[in-house]
Nanobody, 127 residues
Framework: QVHLVESGGGSVEAGGSLRLSCFASGDTSSLYCLSWFRQRPGAEREGVAT????????VYADSVKGRFALSADHYANTLYLRMSILTPEDSAMYYCAASRTLRGCRSGATEVDVDYWGQGTLVVVSS
């Protein structure tokens, strides 16, 4: 079992930055990857960024490439998502996710593919 806790959401003006944190506890050695997803009102949850636990490969959605960046503090079991040049379209509930299978780590993975979810942290970007 893996437990995920996000923090760092808030309100920011367009063009600003935020850093989200995800603390992972439990059987993290069983994970293939950690990801950030987001869900806008009325929309499906979509993948934003993924980091593979082996090799540290990172994958980003096209909509955030060049603006969002993952980093990890392995000693603190914490994954970060640095978000820059934010726009109102980035406003969403952001969820930390973890997967024990390749299916949950692939590009285009959906909500049902992921094994563990955090409770979410809200990001609001005003214009």
């Amino acid at each position: 079992q893996v437990h995920l806790v996000e923090s760092g959401g808030g309100s920011v003006e367009a063009g600003g930055s935020l850093r989200l944190s995800c603390f992972a506890s439990g059987d993290t050695s069983s994970l293939y990857c950690l990801s950030w997803f987001r869900q806008r009102p009325g929309a499906e949850r979509e993948g934003v960024a993924t980091i593979w636990t082996s090799g540290r490969e990172e994958v980003y959605a096209d909509s955030v490439k060049g603006r969002f960046a993952l980093s990890a503090d392995h000693y603190a079991n914490t994954l970060y998502l640095r978000m820059s040049i934010l726009t109102p379209e980035d406003s969403a509930m952001y969820y930390c996710a973890a997967s024990r299978t390749l299916r949950g780590c692939r590009s285009g993975a959906t909500e049902v593919d992921v094994d563990y979810w955090g409770q979410g942290t809200l990001v609001v970007v005003s214009s």
